[in-house]
């Protein structure tokens, strides 16, 4: 059973920084291609940064690009996001999701990942 567990989340006042972690279980992690989205209330989830499965690849949302990064560490199954420089229109709740094998130019929409985490709430003050 694929499971992915985010943490991490919290309060952070604006040009801080935070890290998200995303624990996965049940998969061979390094044949995986893993994304970040986000979710602000009234809006829909959009594409944050994805790691691309073998090569490890980045890819950024123009809003974090420079602010933000996703290392992986295929021993210890996890991906993070690194956020720095956090702005207030950054508050939303952070999901991570997961798809096996590269998927090209298609990882920036939700629909192409199969797995997802709970979600962790990420709230940045002015």
């Known amino acids: 059973q694929v499971q992915l567990v985010e943490s991490g989340g919290g309060l952070v006042q604006a040009g801080g920084s935070l890290r998200l972690s995303c624990a996965a279980s049940?998969?061979?992690?390094?044949?995986?291609?893993m994304g970040w989205f986000r979710q602000a209330p009234g809006k829909e989830r959009e594409f944050v940064a994805a790691?691309?499965?073998?090569?490890?690849?980045?890819y950024y949302a123009d809003s974090v690009k420079g602010r933000f990064s996703i290392p992986r560490d295929n021993a210890k199954n996890t991906v993070y996001l690194q956020m720095n420089s956090l702005k207030p229109e950054d508050t939303a709740v952070y999901y991570c999701?997961?798809?096996?094998?590269?998927?090209?130019?298609?990882?920036?929409?939700?629909?192409?990942?199969?797995?997802w985490g709970q979600g962790t709430q990420v709230t940045v003050s002015s």
């Open positions: 790691t691309i499965a073998r090569g490890g690849s980045q």
């Open positions: 049940g998969v061979t992690f390094i044949q995986y291609t």
């Open positions: 999701a997961a798809v096996h094998v590269s998927i090209g130019a298609l990882f920036r929409s939700p629909e192409t990942y199969t797995y």
